[in-house]
């Protein structure tokens, strides 16, 4: 069985910061890129960033370069991502992957900006 346990999501005013954290099985951890995606109401799931194993390459949507960070432990299995600068255009469900293209999701986290 797969895991993914994504945590660290909450409600924060504009220009401020969350640290999300996604806690990964063994199994969809190790060789793996991860990513995150986020959905908002009314929208599609959308690209946030990925990370290569072992994590020698990062990737970012447009909207979200020079604020967020994705960064990956490999002792923990767990992937984060650190949110800058937030505004209430990133306010949705963040949802970390396993995977390139994303096999495992995990149930996601309510990342809430008000202004």
């Known amino acids: 069985q797969v895991d993914l346990v994504e945590s660290g999501g909450g409600l924060v005013q504009a220009g401020g910061s969350l640290r999300l954290s996604c806690a990964a099985s063994?199994?969809?951890?190790?060789?793996?890129?991860m990513n995150w995606f986020r959905q908002a109401p009314g929208k599609e799931r959308e690209f946030v960033s990925r990370?290569?194993?072992?994590?020698?390459?990062?990737y970012y949507a447009d909207s979200v370069k020079g604020r967020f960070t994705i960064s990956r432990d490999n002792a923990r299995n767990t992937v984060y991502l650190q949110m800058n600068s937030l505004t209430p255009e990133d306010t949705a469900v963040y949802y970390c992957?396993?995977?390139?293209?994303?096999?495992?999701w995990g149930q996601g986290t309510q990342v809430t900006v008000s202004s």
């Open positions: 990370i290569s194993w072992p994590g020698s390459n990062t």
């Open positions: 992957a396993a995977g390139l293209p994303p096999q495992y």
């Open positions: 063994g199994r969809a951890f190790r060789g793996s890129s």
